[in-house]
């Protein structure tokens, strides 16, 4: 399920829904239709997280995502189910990132795009090995402003790098612009590297 140009209301009405599925289909008897439940059910969640108890939503998807992939772990049997979750679980850490445990919830995000990534291979899913590298490339920057910014900021440049290979200028060119310029974000610049480097000789 897409939740993008739902109402609040409408998405209110998929929590619901989705909520009264769980209740006839356990995970025991029906563990596909369980899965496909909480996999909606926590896109309903991130979603409403734009309109109302956006922390608490966040967190409801979360526990929803990470129980949709106690079945879906089974990447032989729901490769695009487990990738397409990890993204889910992935933007869902990424905005509680904003919230609190920025350090601890932005390792998340680049763990779940990273898991991802494992099943939306550049040859099999281009576009959608594309927008995960774009994604992981955000969390690294982000990252890097918290600890360890020349390793982050080189992950997150790889990352981009890897995008880019995917959208080119006559492919995506609106794409292809935002990641050249989330790629340019990456660079330290020159008067900082020097002023390092006098730090260090010094």
């Known amino acids: 399920m897409s939740s993008r140009g739902l109402s609040e ?3 209110l009405e998929a ?3 989705y909520g009264k599925r769980l209740k006839v289909y356990s995970k025991e008897g029906y563990p596909v239709e369980y899965a496909g439940a909480q996999y909606n059910l ?3 969640y991130l979603a409403l997280a734009e309109f109302r108890d956006r922390e608490a939503n966040l967190k409801l998807a979360i526990k929803a ?3 949709a992939l106690t ?3 089974d990447r032989t049997a729901f490769p695009t189910e487990y990738a397409e979750t990890q993204n889910s679980l992935g933007a869902a850490y990424w905005n509680l990132a904003e919230i609190e445990d920025k350090e601890k919830n932005l390792k998340l995000v680049t763990k779940a795009y990273k898991d ?3 099943i939306f291979l550049k040859e099999m899913f281009p576009t959608d090995y594309a927008m995960a590298q774009n994604k992981l490339g955000t969390a690294y920057r982000t990252l890097a402003e918290i600890e360890d910014k020349k390793a982050n900021l080189k992950l997150a440049s790889k990352a981009y790098k890897e995008a880019l290979t995917i959208f080119t200028k006559d492919s995506n060119p609106e794409l292809y612009e935002e990641m050249k310029e989330n790629l340019k974000a990456c660079k330290i610049p020159i008067h900082r590297k020097i002023a390092n480097f006098l730090r260090r000789v010094v």
């Open 9 to 11: 209301q409408e998405l």
């Open 15 to 17: 929590v619901e829904y």
């Open 42 to 44: 926590g896109n309903a």
């Open 65 to 67: 995502c990470e129980e």
């Open 71 to 73: 079945i879906y772990n």
């Open 116 to 118: 991802a990534l494992t």
